[in-house]
């Protein structure tokens, strides 16, 4: 497993369970900011909604 790949299932981690400890309300005004990437991810954005 590359890191890339790594990396991208320890973030779809961490906002899943945001998801479960944020109140919906909460939730929707949440703005994920990504600092120091390159510009182009193979990170699938549909996982972020």
């Given at each position: 497993m590359?890191?890339?790949d790594f990396m991208?299932?320890?973030?779809?981690n961490v906002i899943?369970?945001?998801?479960?400890s944020i109140?919906?309300?909460l939730?929707?005004?949440v703005i994920i900011v990504f600092?120091?990437?390159?510009?182009?991810?193979n990170l699938v954005l549909k996982?972020?909604?």
């Amino acid at each position: 497993m590359l890191l890339q790949d790594f990396m991208d299932l320890f973030l779809q981690n961490v906002i899943t369970r945001l998801r479960g400890s944020i109140a919906d309300s909460l939730l929707k005004n949440v703005i994920i900011v990504f600092t120091n990437c390159s510009a182009h991810t193979n990170l699938v954005l549909k996982s972020l909604e």
